[in-house]
C-alpha cells in the first residue's frame, strides 16, 4: 500500500517500481505517466495512465494487449493475473472445463490475434466462458477496443488496491 501524495514524491524509477506491473509487463505506461505528476486524485493518476495508452501507437497498443496471459493458463504469469484469476475460478476448471477453455482461446487468438483479455474481478467461471463465446463474434476493430478497455479495468483495479481507495 502506498498513498497518492508519496507516489507524487517518488523518483521515475521509485513510481516505476511502485506502480509499474499495474499494465501487464508493461512499465512504460507508468514510465511515460510520471511526467505529468503531480496528480490531484487517485482518479487523476488513472487517467494519466489510461491516457499514456491511448497516446501509444497501434504496435505499442497491440504489444501490452499481447502482454496478457490466456485466461486459465497454467503458464507463468505476473501475480496480480495469478490472483484475479483465481478469484474467479479459473484455477480449479474440471478436465473438461480447461479443454473447453483452451479451445476458446485458441479460436480467440486465431481469429484476433491477441489474447481474449476480461477484468475477471467479480466474475464467476460462467460469466468468462460466456464472455469468450460473445466475444468471439465481434470484428477485430470492436475487439482490439474491447481488449483495450477491459486493461484499463484491470489496471483500475490493481490501482484501487495500491492505495487501499476506490477509483
Given at each position: 500500500m502506498i498513498n497518492l501524495a508519496t507516489l507524487n514524491q517518488l523518483s521515475r524509477e521509485a513510481f516505476v517500481?511502485?506502480?509499474?506491473w499495474v499494465f501487464e509487463h508493461s512499465p512504460w505506461?507508468?514510465?511515460?505517466?510520471?511526467?505529468?505528476?503531480?496528480?490531484?486524485?487517485?482518479?487523476?493518476?488513472y487517467q494519466s495512465l489510461v491516457a499514456v495508452v491511448q497516446a501509444a501507437p497501434r504496435e505499442a497498443q497491440l504489444a501490452l494487449i499481447r502482454a496478457?496471459?490466456?485466461?486459465?493458463?497454467?503458464?507463468?504469469?505476473?501475480?496480480?493475473?495469478?490472483?484475479?484469476?483465481?478469484?474467479?475460478?479459473?484455477?480449479?476448471l474440471s478436465p473438461e472445463e480447461y479443454a473447453d477453455l483452451l479451445?476458446?482461446?485458441?479460436?480467440y487468438r486465431e481469429r484476433f490475434g491477441f489474447p481474449f483479455i476480461l477484468a475477471v474481478r467479480g466474475k464467476g467461471k460462467a460469466e468468462v466462458f460466456q464472455a469468450l463465446r460473445d466475444r468471439l463474434h465481434n470484428d477485430l476493430e470492436a475487439e482490439f477496443h474491447t481488449a483495450l478497455e477491459q486493461i484499463y479495468q484491470i489496471a483500475r483495479f490493481r490501482l484501487a488496491d495500491i492505495l487501499q481507495e476506490a477509483i
Amino acid at each position: 500500500m502506498i498513498n497518492l501524495a508519496t507516489l507524487n514524491q517518488l523518483s521515475r524509477e521509485a513510481f516505476v517500481n511502485a506502480i509499474g506491473w499495474v499494465f501487464e509487463h508493461s512499465p512504460w505506461v507508468a514510465e511515460q505517466a510520471w511526467a505529468q505528476r503531480p496528480w490531484s486524485s487517485p482518479l487523476a493518476l488513472y487517467q494519466s495512465l489510461v491516457a499514456v495508452v491511448q497516446a501509444a501507437p497501434r504496435e505499442a497498443q497491440l504489444a501490452l494487449i499481447r502482454a496478457h496471459p490466456d485466461l486459465g493458463s497454467k503458464a507463468r504469469m505476473a501475480p496480480a493475473s495469478a490472483q484475479e484469476q483465481q478469484g474467479a475460478g479459473l484455477d480449479a476448471l474440471s478436465p473438461e472445463e480447461y479443454a473447453d477453455l483452451l479451445a476458446l482461446n485458441q479460436r480467440y487468438r486465431e481469429r484476433f490475434g491477441f489474447p481474449f483479455i476480461l477484468a475477471v474481478r467479480g466474475k464467476g467461471k460462467a460469466e468468462v466462458f460466456q464472455a469468450l463465446r460473445d466475444r468471439l463474434h465481434n470484428d477485430l476493430e470492436a475487439e482490439f477496443h474491447t481488449a483495450l478497455e477491459q486493461i484499463y479495468q484491470i489496471a483500475r483495479f490493481r490501482l484501487a488496491d495500491i492505495l487501499q481507495e476506490a477509483i
